[in-house]
Nanobody, 125 residues
Framework: QVQLVESGGGLVQAGASLRLSCAASGRTFSSYAMGWFRQAPGKEREFVAATNWNGGSTYYGNSVKGRFTISRDNAKNTVYLQMNSLKPEDTAVYYC??????????????????WGQGTQVTVSS
């Protein structure tokens, strides 16, 4: 069982940066691939970024490529999402998720076994 808690969301202006954190419980965090998804009001949940068990492999959704960076610190059981050059269309609830096995870097919801409760990011124009 893995419990995930996101933090770091907030209200920012367009062009600003935010860093989201996702803290995981349990001693097997490094066994999991980690991903970030987001859901805007009235829209389906969208893939944002994912990383494998050691951070050596990363993958990004087209809408965030070049602006967002996913990273992880296995010693702290935490995965991060650095978001730069934020746009109003980035406004959404952001969720982190964990998938086993850790070498899988998935851009679909299906492989992810555990999900956090989400953190709101609002970007004003």
């Amino acid at each position: 069982q893995v419990q995930l808690v996101e933090s770091g969301g907030g209200l920012v202006q367009a062009g600003a940066s935010l860093r989201l954190s996702c803290a995981a419980s349990g001693r097997t965090f490094s066994s999991y691939a980690m991903g970030w998804f987001r859901q805007a009001p009235g829209k389906e949940r969208e893939f944002v970024a994912a990383t494998n068990w050691n951070g050596g492999s990363t993958y990004y959704g087209n809408s965030v490529k070049g602006r967002f960076t996913i990273s992880r610190d296995n010693a702290k059981n935490t995965v991060y999402l650095q978001m730069n050059s934020l746009k109003p269309e980035d406004t959404a609830v952001y969720y982190c998720a964990a998938a086993w096995p850790g070498m899988v870097v998935a851009d679909r919801e299906g492989p992810y076994d555990y999900w956090g409760q989400g953190t709101q990011v609002t970007v004003s124009s």
